[in-house]
């Protein structure tokens, strides 16, 4: 073999050994401070019509006053995405993106209700929001009310959250998470 070939050769297995290794898919472990999951939002209509309806598999990172939330169809395409901060919140969907002044009025946009994401961080831990006073539910329930919601967490070590505000509009949350809390 000349040197010529040889090195053709070389250069060919860098060129293959480069083009397999961009092919391959590089799983980055979730943060610790990220919740995912799927997760359904129910809205009742307050004069009695068709409830607003909202599912998605979800990924929750950050915190209560910087964060971002994505929502993705089951096969993974983006719905929308929240980001927010002191300043402003975000919703980027494929329609454009929009600005607001904080989350419970992106939320109000997004599922027709305000919702309370700074608490969510949390509830979707099994824990009450130190921001605001908790009553822990009554015997046999397991859970708290707070905010107005009552949160149940019969099923937190299953990965199965529940909430819901029963002041009109009644609004439920339900979220099966990837890795129980």
Request: charged share 20%.
């Amino acid at each position: 073999m000349s040197v010529r070939s040889a090195r053709g050769t070389i250069a060919a297995a860098w060129v293959a050994a480069l083009l397999l290794s961009a092919c391959a898919t590089r799983i980055e472990p979730l943060a610790a401070d990220t919740i995912s999951g799927r997760m359904s939002v129910r809205v009742e209509s307050a004069d009695g019509g068709t409830p607003r309806t909202l599912s998605a598999a979800f990924e929750l990172s950050g915190d209560a006053v910087r964060g971002t939330l994505s929502l993705a169809t089951p096969l993974g395409t983006q719905l929308a995405q929240a980001r927010w901060s002191p300043q402003r919140a975000t919703l980027v969907t494929p329609k454009g993106e929009a600005q607001y002044p904080d989350m419970n009025a992106l939320t109000r946009e997004l599922a027709g209700e305000a919702l309370p994401i700074a608490a969510f961080f949390d509830w979707l831990r099994g824990r009450p929001w130190p921001d605001a006073p908790s009553t822990p539910m009554p015997p046999p329930e397991e859970g708290f009310s707070q905010l107005g919601w009552q949160v149940m967490l019969a099923g937190m070590d299953r990965g199965v959250f529940a909430a819901h505000r029963d002041a009109a509009p009644a609004v439920s949350v339900r979220a099966v998470l990837d890795r129980p809390q």
